[in-house]
C-alpha cells in the first residue's frame, strides 16, 4: 500500500478525537491510566501529522512545485492544528495537568477534521501563485500560526476559567485546575500568542511590499488581523494598567479566538482581498 500525506492526516484526525474523548473521560473518573493514555495518543497523533506534514513537502518536490506544505487553507488548517497541540503539550508537561486536554485538543480535532473532510477544502498540491513565492512566506506563517494556536489554547483556559466559577468541591468544576493558576495560564498564553502575532503582522507587512509594493493596503484580512491585534492588546492593557484579571480577561480571550475565527475563515469565505487566495 501506498502511503501519502493525505491519509496519515486523515488519520491524525482521528487520533485526536480519540485523545480529546480519552481527556473527557480521564476528567470525569481521573483515573491515572486513562490520563496517560490520553497523553500518549495525543503525542503519537502529533508524530502522525509531523510525518504526513514531512511527507507533503516531500511530494511536493516530487511534483516539481518545490516548497513548504504552507500555502491553502488545507495546509495551514494542518499546520494550525500541528502548532495546537505542540503549544498545548509544552503546556501539559509544564503544569502536570491532564484536564486541560479536554479543552485544547477538540481545536486541534475540529481544525483536522474540517481539513480533510470539508468539500470546501481541496488537500491537492498546487504550485504557488506569484504573490506566495517568497522567503517570507515560511516566516509569516510560522509566527502567524504560532500567535493562532496560542490564542486557541488560551480560549480553552477562558472557557475553563468560567465554567470553575467559584468551585471548591472534588467534582468535575474541582478537577479544574484553580482560577489561579487558569488565570495566569491564560496570561502567559496570550502575551506569547501576542508576540507572536505582532512578528507575524510585521513579516506580512514587509513581505505585501515586495509583492504588492505597499506595506498595508486594509485589505480584509490585514484589518482584521489588526482589529484581532488590538483585542488582544486591549486584554494586556487593562491586565497591566487597570488590573483586570478573571472573568474580565476570560471573556476577552474568547472574544480574541472568534476574532482570529473570523480572520481565518470568513475573511477567506465572504470577503474578497488580496488574500483570497488562502481559500484555494
Known amino acids: ?8 492526516l486523515s488519520i ?6 480519540g485523545a480529546a ?31 504526513g506534514i514531512l511527507l507533503r513537502w516531500k511530494e511536493s518536490y516530487e511534483l516539481g512545485y518545490g516548497h513548504a506544505p504552507l500555502s491553502n487553507l488545507y495546509e495551514s488548517l494542518i ?4 502548532v495546537t497541540i505542540l503549544v498545548y503539550l509544552v503546556l501539559e508537561f509544564k503544569t502536570k495537568n491532564k484536564v486541560i486536554g479536554a479543552f485544547a485538543t477538540p481545536f486541534a480535532c475540529l481544525a483536522m477534521a474540517y481539513a480533510s473532510f470539508s468539500p470546501n477544502v481541496q488537500d491537492s498540491i498546487q504550485p504557488l501563485i506569484p504573490a506566495l513565492q517568497s522567503n517570507w512566506l515560511l516566516a509569516h506563517v510560522i509566527t502567524c500560526f504560532l500567535g493562532y494556536a496560542s490564542f486557541a489554547v488560551a480560549c480553552g483556559f477562558g472557557i475553563m476559567y468560567l465554567i470553575r466559577g467559584n468551585s471548591k468541591g472534588d467534582g468535575l468544576l474541582g478537577a ?24 507575524g503582522i510585521i513579516t506580512g507587512a514587509v513581505w505585501a511590499n515586495q509583492a504588492w509594493g505597499t506595506y498595508w493596503s486594509w485589505d480584509p484580512k490585514e484589518t482584521w488581523s489588526l482589529i484581532t491585534w488590538f483585542i488582544y492588546a486591549t486584554a494586556l492593557h487593562a491586565r497591566f494598567v487597570r488590573g483586570w484579571a478573571g472573568k ?13 475565527v473570523f ?3 470568513g475573511v477567506n469565505f465572504l470577503l474578497s482581498g488580496l488574500h483570497s487566495y488562502g481559500s484555494s
Do not use: N
Open 79 to 82: 499546520f494550525f492544528s500541528w
Open 263 to 265: 480572520t481565518y475563515f
Open 21 to 51: 474523548a480519552i481527556y473527557l473521560i480521564y476528567w470525569i473518573f481521573r483515573l491515572d491510566k486513562v490520563g496517560i493514555l490520553a497523553t500518549v495518543t495525543t503525542i503519537a497523533g502529533f508524530c502522525i501529522e509531523t510525518a
Open 176 to 199: 479544574l485546575p484553580s482560577r489561579k493558576v487558569l488565570d495566569e495560564l491564560m496570561h502567559q498564553t496570550i502575551i506569547f500568542g501576542f508576540l507572536w502575532l505582532t512578528v
Open 248 to 260: 474580565k480577561i476570560a471573556y476577552l480571550s474568547i472574544i480574541g479566538f472568534i476574532s482570529v
Open 1 to 8: 500500500m501506498h502511503i501519502t500525506s493525505s491519509y496519515l
Open 12 to 17: 491524525t484526525t482521528f487520533f485526536y478525537l
